[in-house]
Structures are given as structure tokens and as C-alpha cells.
């Protein structure tokens, strides 16, 4: 028996074959872009990325040697969220997607939150509904369909409309959280009839089977089971082994964020309600331009460590580790607030615009790098004292993501927060999926299992020396976000 999971993130697309003992068989993964047509705009479009490269990495996947087509029992798809593609009657995209860190909307978010007493952030979708429907009436008035990246994608192959609670409340208001229904008056809002959203369903069911035509484009038996599934972060828990009240899954991927469990994650699936009291997972330090930010660093300030990199077969982000490891802790007084794009606090202001201060002449490339990993260890340092304000202790945090690869991050943000932060290799939202598949066909009855799944941890443990000097910085870096938010 094998299993297929997918996600499709930000700048990628990929893929896990996975046998019914959690051995990864193969993987694949594509890259893509998004686009910015203008200031604020960030966009992608579902049919040429979303739907297109799964179908590839599918065929990769089933190429492989150790492929069984005849034992795939299911596959699972999870994908950045929330995002908003808007489709035709005839199941046809009709502009590109706007994704969750598109900022257009802005004044009718004002007006939003104003009108319902919310105070939601640019992430949410009937905002942007409402700015498609003055912008672009003769499309929005074609609209028949409105999906994110991981239930277009089960659209595509199983015809079935439907969408799970989490990522459902995720769109900013539409969800009744206490009834698990849509809330007709934000849709009348927005500009759209409830009759036209997604069967609402958990995570953990059968969404649909692959149609025939989705078989004949991807290489999948028709009839194979697709599991509703999630956005990447509730998978991201998942794969990282944060199951239990009181884990963190720290994400060092495009975006940093941290998903705090209030709750058992089987309490949730067993009872979604409990979304009313933040279940499956809070969602803390969430800053929109974090491992994106590194890679501006490379970009524009690293092109001979990437042309070194490229001659000795390594990267240049090790190379740039191995320069930062040799600076003190605190950079020697350099500090800087992340927010390139903003983040997602929608109770207490935060700046707009990244901000670097304390620069003098004898700062070097490598003193500002390490002042960019050092400054996310600050952001999830303030968010885990406010948790621990409001009652809820974070008893065990795991890194995951591309950044989390780092051994030096790991260990700055370590220091930082003052507790052991643990990283399993080799884990993303793709092995949560596969896993997933066999939970919700039976294959096994808890979601303890991923454990057994998931390589031995490596732990990072706080140097109390290095600590100490944090805590000095930290309280600095939280006058200077006073100081600059909005």
C-alpha cells in the first residue's frame, strides 16, 4: 500500500511517494513564482502552477522505480492559504489568484472591519472580493466557484467542491465559528451568494475519487480516494510531530510563523467546533517576508558567495552561516524589525516597512545577516511571552521549513528564547498528507503515528551566556517596534 502527498506553497510545488511504513519512496518538487502587476498585487495563476504542476509532479512520482500504480490507496493535497481563485461555471479560472499577502484591498478591508467590529488583516478574502467586484464587475459576475490552492487542486481532480473548517475560517469572517456554517451577511457584504461556497467538511474525510479525466492527466487510477485535507500550516504540525497540547511548530519557510496547539489535534478533528477556542493551532509571529528576506540578502548583496557556491557544489546560504556563526551574538548592536512585507497581528500595530538601526563602518555583510536571523527570534520571543500572559504555555517547539535547515538559526533562535528547539530533517506538509490519506481510510486510528514516521530530532539547547546578551537586545528591539509601527 502507498500513499501520495502534495502541497503546493508559495514558490513551490511538491511531492512524496510514502509506504505504508512511512519509508519516503521518492520525492519531486517544481518552483514557480508569483507575480506583482502592481505595488501590493501578488498573484498566481491556478491553472499553469497549481493545477499543471501537481499533474507533473504526480507523473514524476509515479515514474519512479518503487511506484505501484495498482497500490496508491489515496492522495492528499494541502497548499498556501488563504488564497482566492475565481472560476467560471465551467470549472475555468477566470484571472489569476489573489494569494494571502496581497495587500489591495486595504480600504475595503477598513470599511470590513468597521462594518462587523473585526479586526482582521490583509489575509482575509471578503475585502477582496469586494474590490473585485468594483474593479472588475464583468469577471466577478462570471464567478461560480471560489477555491484556495489545495481545493482547486482536489477540484480539478475530483470535481467535488468543498473546503475544511480551518482553512474556511481562515478567509477573514465568513465562517460562523460556533454553528461551522457560512455567514450570509459577510457573504452579502462581499458581494456573493453562500450557495455558491464549498461544502464545508473536516480535514480528515474523503473529499472525492480522481474523475477520469484527472486519471488520464496525472497517471492515477480513476477512483482513487482524495482526502479533503488542509493549507500547508495545519499539515506543517502534523509532519513535525506537533500533535499535543502545548507543541509549537515553528516555520522558517517563505513566510515565519508559529502554530501553537491549544488543544489535542485529535480533540479537533473529533470536534471541530473547537475552532470557536483556537483550535487546531493559534497562530503567533506571523511575519510575511522571512525566509523571502534572507533570499533579497543573497539576491542583491551575496552574488559572489552564489557564483563560489555554484563552482564548489554548495549553497551560498551556508556559505553566508559560516561567515554570520564567526559574528557575536547580537551583531555588535545591529538590529532590525522584518517586516519587509508587514505581519499578521491584528491587535496590536506593527511597522509597515523593514527598519535597520545601529549600523556603523565596521559592520560587514555578514554582521547584517546575522542581524536578519537574529530579528525573527525576537518577533517569536514577544510572541511567546503573551502566550504565556494569556495561560498558555508552549511546552515543546519544533522548527521546520527551508530556513530550519540552518543549524545556525536554529541555535540563534534557541538562545534567543531560552528553550530547546527541535528540527526533524527531511519533514513538510507532503509526509502529513500521505499520512493523512491512511488515517482517514482506516489504514490507522491516531495521529500519534507520524511519529514513528518522522527521523530522530536534532536539538538546538539555549547557551545561557548567549542568552543573557538576547535579553538585553530583545528589550531593545521591542522599544524600537514601539517606535516604528504604525
Partial sequence: MQFIGIDVGTLSTKGCLVAVDGRVLCRAAISHETQSPRPGWVEQDPEAVWWAETCEIIRRLLEHPDADTSSIAGLGVSGMFPALALVDEGGQPLRPALLYSDNRAARELAAFNERFGLILTGDALPPKLAWLRANEPDIFSQARYFLSSHNYVGFRLTGAYYLDYKVADSMGGLLDRTTLKWREDV????????????RLCSESEIAGEVTQSAAEETGLKAGTPLVVGSGDSPLTIISAGAIERGDAL????????MGVLPYRLAEYYENPTLLH?????????????????????????????QAVARRLGTSAYKMLDDEAAKVPPGSDGLIVLPYFLGGREPEIPLPETATMTG??????????????????????????????ERGIPVKRIVATGGGASSKLWRQILSD????????????????????????ALGSWDSLEGIRDWLPPSVVAE???NAHLIYDKVYHRFLALQLMHSK
Avoid at 515553528?250 to 510563523?257: D, E, I, N, Q
Avoid at 493559534?282 to 559572489?304: K, M, P
Fill in 359 to 388: 549600523l556603523t563602518l565596521s559592520h560587514t555583510a555578514a554582521h547584517v545577516y546575522r542581524a536578519l536571523l537574529e530579528s525573527y527570534g525576537y518577533v517569536v520571543r514577544w510572541s511567546l511571552e503573551r502566550l504565556e
Fill in 277 to 305: 477556542q483556537g483550535a487546531p493551532y493559534l497562530l503567533e509571529a506571523y511575519v510575511l517576508a522571512v525566509g523571502s528576506a534572507l533570499r533579497w540578502f543573497r539576491d542583491q548583496f551575496a552574488v559572489g558567495e
Fill in 187 to 198: 457573504a452579502d457584504w462581499a458581494g456573493i451568494d453562500v450557495a455558491h461556497l464549498p
Fill in 416 to 439: 534567543i528564547i531560552g528553550q530547546p528547539l527541535h528540527y526533524h530533517a527531511d519533514t513538510d506538509p507532503c509526509l502529513a498528507n500521505a499520512y493523512l490519506v491512511g488515517y
Fill in 250 to 257: 515553528l516555520s522558517l519557510g517563505t513566510s515565519g510563523w
Fill in 462 to 464: 539555549p547557551s545561557e
